[in-house]
């Protein structure tokens, strides 16, 4: 590749080193560090609460900074995740070459680079959500002979004082442009710089939610990424959210990933698009159609979809969100281009015509290969989720799908191809398995399909015991219905789980 064709990438190691982040070796981040006189280096992690830890060294001389890329450092394990034992608590994080980049808030030159975590006998630590990710697509590559990526939607709320000038309309903000729209510029900073940690962005934009509250603007945004090895995509979602968090600070706002801010008013998912690689090749689709495969996926999806919830549902506000009429999803179905289903499967330029000489009549006609961008979409993750468990969950269901005997009968039963929420249909409804509809219950759908998740080690017990004390922690089996019509209890729960994942 041409220095030309290095230069249009955004991570600057990239750039700088003319290599693909996969390719980066520990000669290269001295080389780098030295060219660029980096003085700190930062160590970050996921812990159980699903946010980002930060553990910071200075470069103090060439050999020490030789010991922390080599060696790492160790960490209390028992402060960082509930299901480790302060008696057996140390573990070891080491960086990951290829995750690095130039941390854009640091005041002094800084490398951040994300870790992952051994035990005390040098093997990594089975039970951490970044492993368990990784054994999750490794068995998939090993039953399947294919590889699981995916995409996320990141969708979230900027909050800051009222403008008067230029006001959206309320519930109408998909898309908008600015006057209307207050934070497109903040939303392009932050798509920068998440570019800049090396996050693979589709595009951004405004979202339907928008309101004002007690005199402050509530709008919401959303940004969505490419798809990629699902190990990069949780990483690149984990980033994302704490550069959009760090640069709200900067400017001031509030920011939120609440799966629910208000009563009536849209709340924030995180839609994750899947797809299935052989090589190259997409498998999502065969002669312009949905392939089997894929189908055969969706059916692992509608199987598993219950115990889902305990990894992409993580707090009461969740199923606030998860309620019919709000393009959020209550059933456990499937269908073409319908935002109100649990899995829908959106446009995937089938109709091999050529749009771009339509749109324009100057262009030479192409044969640019679209079969490639076919996905299918769960819809009812939100921002509590645990990005690493949740894509672990969803490649294991995948996978459990492509395995089962029948599963090609359900997805043909779970299909549907109308409003199911309109009067005339209700009796399909009433055929159709529903969505838990709290904590509690998502706790008693994952502990009754965790066997699945358990097989070939790809959840530790450990964890899924951890998960489902979290999910009972809340006793909110009755929660739903108790405060749905008290304002003020609401708002309470919603602050409560305001900085979730």
């Given at each position: 590749?041409?220095?030309?064709a ?5 991570n600057?190691l ?7 982040p996969?390719?980066?070796?520990k ?7 030295h060219?660029?006189?980096i ?6 992690y996921p812990?159980?609460?699903?946010r ?6 200075i ?9 922390i890329?080599t060696?790492?450092e160790?960490v209390?394990g ?7 034992e302060?008696g057996n ?5 080491i ?7 130039l941390?854009?808030f ?5 490398l ?6 051994f035990?005390?006998d040098?093997?990594p ?6 492993f368990?990710?990784?054994?999750a697509c490794r ?13 996320g939607?990141?969708e ?8 008067a000038?230029?006001p ?7 898309h908008?442009s600015a006057?209307?729209a207050?934070f497109n510029a903040?939303?392009?900073q932050?798509m ?7 996050g693979?962005?589709k595009?951004g934009?405004?979202e ?6 007690q005199?402050?603007i509530y709008e919401?945004n959303?940004i969505e990424?490419?798809p ?5 995509a949780?990483?690149q979602l984990?980033?994302a959210k704490w550069?959009?968090r760090?640069?709200a ?5 509030n920011?939120t990933?609440a799966?629910?801010?208000?009563a009536?008013k ?6 994750v698009?899947?797809?299935i ?12 159609q949905l392939s089997?495969v894929a189908r055969?996926?969706i059916?692992g ?10 990894f992409?549902?993580?707090n009461?506000t969740s199923?606030?969100?998860?309620v019919p009429h ?5 059933n456990?179905c499937?269908?073409?281009?319908n ?7 959106p ?5 091999r ?12 006609a192409?044969k640019?290969?679209?079969g490639?961008k ?10 509590s989720?645990?990005v690493?468990?949740?894509l672990a ?5 995948c996978?459990h799908?492509l ?7 359900v ?5 549907v ?5 309109q009067a ?9 398995s529903?969505l838990?509809d709290s904590c509690?219950a998502?706790?008693d759908?994952l502990?009754a399909?965790r ?5 070939y080690?790809v ?8 998960i ?8 909110d089996a009755?929660l739903r219905t108790?405060?749905?019509d ?9 602050m ?6």
């Amino acid at each position: 590749m041409s220095s030309d064709a290095w230069s249009m990438y955004s991570n600057k190691l990239t750039k700088t080193l003319e290599k693909a982040p996969a390719e980066f070796t520990k000669a290269d981040i001295i080389r780098f560090i030295h060219a660029e006189d980096i003085r700190h280096v930062n160590f970050m992690y996921p812990a159980g609460d699903g946010r980002l830890k930060t553990l910071n060294f200075i470069i103090q001389s060439e050999a020490s900074l030789d010991e922390i890329l080599t060696c790492g450092e160790r960490v209390d394990g028992s402060s960082l995740f509930s299901f480790i034992e302060p008696g057996n608590s140390d573990l070891y994080v080491i960086p990951r070459y290829r995750t690095a980049f130039l941390d854009p808030f640091a005041a002094s030159p800084t490398l951040n680079f994300l870790c992952s975590f051994f035990n005390r006998d040098g093997d990594p630590l089975e039970s951490s959500p970044e492993f368990t990710l990784h054994k999750a697509c490794r068995v998939f590559r090993d039953v399947t002979g294919m590889d699981f990526e995916a995409m996320g939607e990141l969708e979230y709320y900027v909050i800051a004082p009222e403008d008067a000038l230029f006001p959206a309309s309320d519930q109408r903000g998909y898309h908008e442009s600015a006057p209307y729209a207050k934070f497109n510029a903040f939303r392009q900073q932050c798509m920068m710089y998440i570019a800049q940690t090396g996050g693979q962005i589709k595009y951004g934009h405004s979202e339907v939610g928008n309101f004002t509250l007690q005199g402050k603007i509530y709008e919401q945004n959303e940004i969505e990424f490419l798809p990629v090895p699902a190990e990069e995509a949780a990483a690149q979602l984990l980033l994302a959210k704490w550069v959009l968090r760090n640069l709200a600070h900067q400017h001031g706002y509030n920011l939120t990933f609440a799966p629910k801010i208000t009563a009536g008013k849209a709340g924030s998912g995180m839609h994750v698009h899947i797809r299935i690689m052989k090589g190259q090749l997409n498998q999502m689709q065969a002669d312009g159609q949905l392939s089997d495969v894929a189908r055969r996926a969706i059916a692992g999806l509608m199987t598993l979809a219950p115990a889902l919830t305990g990894f992409g549902n993580m707090n009461p506000t969740s199923y606030f969100r998860l309620v019919p009429h709000q393009e959020a999803p209550t059933n456990v179905c499937w269908a073409d281009c319908n935002r109100s289903v649990l899995v829908r499967v959106p446009l995937g330029w089938t109709n091999r015509k050529d749009l771009c000489c339509q749109a324009n009549p100057l262009e030479t006609a192409c044969k640019y290969h679209t079969g490639q961008k076919q996905t299918v979409e769960i819809r009812s993750p939100d921002g509590s989720a645990d990005v690493y468990l949740l894509l672990a969950g969803l490649a294991v269901a995948c996978r459990h799908g492509l395995q089962m005997a029948d599963a090609l009968e359900v997805a043909a039963k779970t299909y549907v191809n109308v409003n199911i929420h309109q009067a005339e249909h209700q009796a399909l409804l009433k055929n159709l398995s529903q969505l838990p509809d709290s904590c509690a219950a998502s706790a008693d759908c994952l502990e009754a399909q965790r066997a699945v998740f358990e097989q070939y080690g790809v959840f530790s017990p450990s964890v899924l015991n951890a998960i489902l004390s979290q999910l009972r922690s809340y006793n909110d089996a009755t929660l739903r219905t108790t405060i749905e019509d008290d304002p003020e209890a609401m708002q309470r729960l919603v602050m409560q789980h305001f900085h979730c994942g």
